[in-house]
């Protein structure tokens, strides 16, 4: 079993953190200086490798996790992905074409270097620790797909459903999202976070549909083979829809965003899926005392529960490294 499922279930408080490798670590910024090209740096061995495994080294978090991006199945696929900086992600224009006649065979071939590094990581990391593969989900790669960049209003959730394509394509993502999954489970990773981070955007009707069904179906899939493998969900957004979520989708895991009501979680979530993270990343940028009440208050509110210490969305680029080793400290310290 994941380590960090084990400590989880003997009430120890495991920790990790979303984007916990990244741009707030000086020994990651180093490294991207001379990558200038995210992809190509995501599918460097040694460099992707290096990073996955610098939040380790500096704060001994219980699981690492994979540095790659859930943009790398369109790029597999063979749809242009670029990064600017300060605008993010640009995509080339979806052709529906290529998401059908792309084989899996060339996707996997294509994307190699990200198993190599599992592996490699794997080879390096101490065995006490868990190390986290990942892919976004059905319907937050499809937003990207056609939207070609972030959506940054809620009016791009409605082109979306409407353009003639979505069905079609939202469904062959599903399959190279289970590819993806299945090869990093074999390259060697223990835990598997389906990343929803757009699933705010869902309207209630819409949300079975695009949201908890596909999920559902890769759910399955990946435990009919792999049973021991555990499964984070991170539906972002999606307030009390959380509920249906659990009882149609089944994670092992549900990770809960900073809107999510504790008392909520506790009374609509069944018993047997583990709870992790929900604090607000707000937290690491007020005063101390105020941060470290705010971790307290969700370890005792999950104390009779699993529950897995994370924060409800990524580490900003502007945190401060001695932020997190306090916050380190707190969760390690709280008896
Ligand atoms: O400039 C840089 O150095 C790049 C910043 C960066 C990093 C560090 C991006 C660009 N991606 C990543 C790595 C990454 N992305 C990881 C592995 C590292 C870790 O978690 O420690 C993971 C799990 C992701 C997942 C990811 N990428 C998500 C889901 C989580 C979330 O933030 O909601 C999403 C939506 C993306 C897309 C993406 N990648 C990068 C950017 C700037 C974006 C756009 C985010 C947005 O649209 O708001």
């Not at 460097?44 to 610098?54: D, G, P, S």
């Not at 990207?144 to 079609?168: A, D, G, M, R």
């Not at 940028?285 to 005792?300: A, C, D, G, P, T």
Request: aromatic letters at 10%; charged letters at 25%.
């Amino acid at each position: 079993m994941s380590t960090l499922i084990k400590k989880s279930l003997k009430k120890e408080n495991p920790i990790w953190l979303m984007r916990q490798a990244g741009r707030y670590l000086p020994e990651y910024q180093k490294v991207r200086k001379k990558q200038k090209d995210f992809i190509k740096f995501c599918l460097n061995i040694k460099a992707a490798t290096k990073v996955t495994l610098q939040p380790i080294k500096r704060y001994d978090f219980d699981a690492a996790i994979i540095f790659s991006d859930i943009l790398i199945i369109p790029y597999g696929i063979g749809q242009e992905v670029k990064f600017e900086e300060s605008i993010g992600p640009i995509l080339g224009k979806p052709n529906l074409k290529l998401y059908q006649q792309t084989k899996k065979g060339k996707f996997i071939k294509k994307i190699e270097n990200v198993y190599k590094i599992i592996k490699n990581t794997r080879k390096k990391l101490s065995k006490d620790k868990s190390l986290i593969g990942f892919v976004g989900s059905p319907w937050t790669i499809l937003v990207y797909v056609l939207n070609q960049k972030s959506p940054k209003e809620i009016s791009v959730c409605k082109k979306i459903i409407k353009n003639k394509k979505s069905k079609q394509l939202l469904k062959i993502i599903e399959k190279f999202i289970y590819i993806h999954i299945e090869q990093q489970i074999k390259a060697g990773v223990d835990t598997i976070q389906l990343f929803d981070s757009w699933a705010g955007l869902l309207n209630k009707k819409d949300l079975n549909y695009f949201c908890f069904q596909p999920t559902k179906r890769i759910i399955i899939k990946v435990r009919k083979k792999y049973p021991h493998i555990p499964i984070i969900c991170f539906p972002k957004g999606i307030k009390t829809s959380i509920k249906k979520f659990c009882k149609i989708v089944k994670p092992n895991v549900l990770s809960i965003d900073s809107k999510m009501n504790p008392n909520f979680v506790l009374k609509e979530i069944d018993p047997n899926i583990i709870i992790q993270g929900g604090m607000s990343p707000g937290f690491l940028f007020k005063r101390k005392s105020e941060m470290q009440n705010k971790i307290k208050f969700y370890l005792n509110k999950f104390k009779n529960r699993a529950y897995i210490f994370n924060l409800g969305h990524g580490v900003p680029k502007e945190t401060k490294t001695n932020t997190i080793q306090n916050l380190v400290n707190t969760v390690r310290n709280f008896k």
